[in-house]
C-alpha cells in the first residue's frame, strides 16, 4: 500500500460566492465522503485549513530563524485542505481524487509519499 496527499486547491475569491446553502452542501457531502474512506479502511488522516490570512513561513536556514506572515508562495489559489489515504495504487488514489473533488467542489491535487 502507498500514502498519497489529496490536496484541495481552491481560490479565495471562489469560495466567497458561494452561499451559506451551498457551503452546507459541501460540508454533508464531504462529510460522507470521509465516512466512505473510513468504511473503505484507506482513511489515515485529513483536515481542512484556515485561510491564508493566518499563515506563516519560517526559513531557518540562516544564523537566526527568519518568520514572515502570509503564505509561501504569492497565488490566488491555496490548498483549503486535504487528505491523506492509504491505497494499494495510483488509479485507486485517482479514483478517490475524483469522489473527494466531486464532494467538496473543488480541485484535487494527487501525490504519492515517498517511499521510505
Given at each position: ?41 484507506v ?46 495504487d ?27
Open positions: 500500500m502507498t500514502q498519497y496527499l489529496l490536496a484541495v486547491h481552491g481560490n479565495e475569491d471562489d469560495y466567497a460566492q458561494i452561499t451559506p446553502d451551498q457551503m452546507q452542501q459541501m460540508f454533508a457531502d464531504t462529510d460522507r465522503f470521509n465516512k466512505q474512506l473510513q468504511a473503505d479502511g482513511w489515515v488522516f485529513a483536515g481542512g485549513l484556515e485561510t491564508v490570512a493566518s499563515a506563516s513561513v519560517v526559513d531557518g536556514t540562516g544564523d537566526a530563524p527568519v518568520v514572515t506572515d502570509g503564505p509561501y508562495l504569492e497565488t490566488k489559489e491555496h490548498i483549503g485542505g486535504f487528505w491523506i489515504i492509504d491505497v494499494p495510483h488509479d485507486t488514489a485517482m479514483r478517490y481524487a475524483a469522489a473527494g473533488s466531486k464532494a467538496c467542489q473543488g480541485k484535487v491535487e494527487v501525490r504519492p509519499f515517498q517511499a521510505e
